[in-house]
């Protein structure tokens, strides 16, 4: 299957072009043979009208000059071979140097004859052959032949094939080259199209421009049209989230302050056990609600595949740590190879990395490190801490859904479950593993655009 | 300690007031951030509770509004939304610490004392002064090593004393922190209040932290840490 539409073009012009020369090859070649044979004829014609006035009837028998009134006559030659026979087919006269013909011609009253003879030895002759009364006599009537070696005409068919094929393999390349031509040329449009798609895709350009042929203007608005209402759902979508995330948790705050208010009254018995209950459904409704929610608003984007500068997302994330951990120093190393770019969504980078930037904040005794390599083709973001680690056989379990380890700590249990779905959704990796700095170290990997 | 509350939903605006006052706290509840804009400018408050998903004018922009006027108490932020995009953007516009709802009350009083101590300068949930120290989150004075016994009135009284320590304060901003309607009240009730607690102090070897400013109010002149 060929997959590029210019190749497909050209090799369609190419065979296009290539059938139509075989075609037409013969055709020509033919029209030239006729032509040539033609000119033969003709000229042997005239040789046999010269010859045939120059001959004289001396007392029945059939006189040549001497010497021949055309010196072509008198000059050995391979072109013109000219012989007389009487009737009976017997030679009389023959120019000089003329071989002795095989040929015997046929007195039969039709008059002239334009023929093509092959001698014993494979040679090939035009024969023009003219029946002649001299004087009108029944007695004086001969055969004037006239003979040329097919040989030229061959050499000159040859030399003209020879010469058509070299015409239109030079009209063949030229065709093909301008073809390429006017193809890239055409083509251009699809290409400024393709280059404006990967600008959308890069997050560089809204919608594509209004500046293509007219044969793309329908596929390029309707383009258009599907990226602005994709976007515009995007952000309802986002909005509708954001309404029903307040909606749903400012009531469920009330019900948790009714529920500590419970358990402040009646500590003990029944009412106290419902009140407990009823503090714990709340908490676990919140948590289902928070991770559905972030779920659903960091999943992968549709066209556009942006990527983001990872340093400026580190930076407002770390000041926004220090301002609500302001009692603990923490050294943040940040190492980001150039140009320091990951292909995910600015939203999904600032949730990912914030709910593992918060955890390592909040275990790290004073170190942090993040580092970002390019290795082969995957970008690898590494993230680790100088805290207490995580032990080998708790690695699975702390990646499911809404498991904490430090329930000592305040914070949300979704934060490492809600990283991972967002490594999934962009079709990267985490793997948890010792850091050299002392605690855990977090490998997230994801393929390079 | 005196407090504005942001919060657009009417049962969670009565729950965390009526708690809060429990906790010893004057309450301002209002609705939306006009009234809250127009509640900072009449009135000086020590910290600032803000629903982000107000109604009209956002939370968000409330507190670039408030940061832009200069003011710079303590805001804690409640987000339902809880994303990073949410709290960085809330404390990149001035707030200081956020609150995701559903919250437990014990979790929004822990954060409101790191952030009413770190405002005053303390670090530490204990203010000491000498012989005297008092314990933040116990609500309770100990002179000598030895409990202070105070009223709910005077304990609010010495608090806002040390946190403002070394610095003149008002008689008004003490009434503001018995009181929190803007009604009429006896000034003389601070003078009343403030020579109890001179005298419950003086019994360690006479210490006298508070002078009276005539005509401007009180100073604690010791140095607390």
């Known amino acids: ?449 | 300690m005196k407090l504005l509350l942001v919060e657009d939903e009417a049962l969670l605006r009565h729950h965390l007031h009526t708690r809060l006052s429990e906790g010893g706290h004057i309450i301002e509840a209002v609705a939306d951030a006009r009234a809250a804009l127009q509640h900072a400018a009449d009135a000086t408050f020590d910290l600032a509770i803000v629903d982000l998903g107000l109604p009209g004018l956002s939370g968000l922009e409330l507190i670039r509004q408030w940061r832009a006027q200069g003011r710079v108490f303590p805001i804690l932020v409640l987000t339902a939304r809880g994303s990073w995009q949410d709290k960085v953007e809330g404390l990149a516009a001035g707030a200081d610490d956020y609150m995701v709802k559903p919250f437990q009350f014990e979790e929004v009083e822990a954060r409101l004392g790191a952030l009413l101590r770190r405002a005053s300068g303390f670090t530490q949930p204990t203010i000491v002064a000498g012989p005297l120290s008092l314990d933040l989150n116990r609500k309770q004075a100990t002179l000598q090593g030895e409990a202070l016994v105070l009223t709910a009135f005077e304990y609010r009284i010495l608090e806002y004393l040390m946190r403002h320590h070394q610095q003149v304060v008002a008689k008004q901003r003490l009434m503001e922190q018995l009181y929190p309607d803007d009604g009429e009240h006896d000034p003389n009730v601070i003078e009343v209040l403030v020579g109890r607690i001179r005298r419950k102090l003086e019994v360690a070897d006479g210490f006298k932290p508070i002078d009276t400013v005539r005509g401007l109010g009180y100073l604690f002149t010791e140095r607390c840490r």
């Open chain 1, 1 to 449: 299957m060929i997959r590029s539409l210019r190749f497909r073009l050209m090799l369609a012009g190419a065979l296009l072009a290539v059938l139509f020369m075989l075609g037409l090859l013969p055709a020509l070649q033919g029209a030239f043979s006729l032509a040539l044979r033609e000119s033969v004829e003709e000229r042997l014609a005239t040789e046999l009208t010269t010859l045939v006035s120059a001959a004289r009837l001396q007392n029945g028998q059939l006189e040549m000059p001497v010497p021949m009134p055309d010196e072509r006559f008198e000059v050995p030659a391979e072109r013109s071979l000219s012989y007389v026979f009487d009737r009976q087919g017997a030679l009389l006269w023959h120019s000089p140097g003329s071989p002795l013909p095989e040929y015997s011609p046929q007195y039969d009253g039709q008059g002239n004859r334009f023929s093509r003879f092959t001698a014993r030895d494979g040679e090939a002759y035009w024969v023009y052959d003219v029946e002649v009364k001299l004087l009108g006599g029944q007695r004086a009537a001969f055969s004037f032949v006239a003979m040329q070696s097919v040989e030229p005409y061959q050499r000159t068919l040859g030399a003209l094939r020879d010469r058509l094929y070299l015409g239109f393999g030079a009209a063949l390349l030229t065709l093909l080259v301008l073809f390429w031509a006017g193809m890239t040329w055409s083509l251009r449009s699809l290409r400024r199209l393709s280059h404006e798609l990967d600008e959308i895709e890069a997050g560089q350009r809204e919608g594509l421009s209004e500046h293509h042929p007219s044969e793309l203007l329908r596929l390029t608005r309707s383009l258009n049209r599907l990226l602005a209402s994709e976007g515009e759902q995007r952000q309802r979508y986002r909005d509708s989230l954001g309404d029903l995330a307040h909606s749903l948790k400012t009531p469920l705050s009330v019900l948790q302050g009714i529920g500590e208010t419970l358990a402040g009254r009646a500590a003990q018995g029944e009412e106290g056990k419902h009140a407990s209950i009823l503090r714990g459904q709340v908490a676990r409704m919140s948590q289902q609600i928070d991770y559905q929610l972030q779920r659903a608003n960091v999943r992968h984007g549709g066209l556009v595949r942006r990527q983001v500068q990872v340093r400026p997302v580190l930076d407002s994330l770390a000041a926004s740590l220090r301002k609500v951990y302001p009692g603990k120093p923490v050294n943040l190393h940040i190492v980001l190879a150039p140009p320091g770019l990951l292909p995910i969504e600015e939203g999904a980078l600032m949730e990912l990395l914030g709910n593992l930037l918060e955890n390592a904040w909040r275990l790290c005794l004073e170190d942090i490190s993040v580092s970002l390599s390019v290795i082969g083709q995957r970008l690898e973001l590494l993230l680790e801490d100088d805290g207490p680690g995580i032990a080998p056989e708790q690695r699975g379990r702390i990646l499911q859904r809404g498991e904490r380890l430090d329930r000592q700590h305040p914070g949300q249990g979704i934060g490492l479950a809600m990283a991972q779905d967002i490594i999934r959704s962009y079709q990267g990796t985490l793997a948890i593993e010792d850091s050299p700095l002392g605690g855990a170290r977090f490998r997230i990997s994801f393929a390079k655009v």
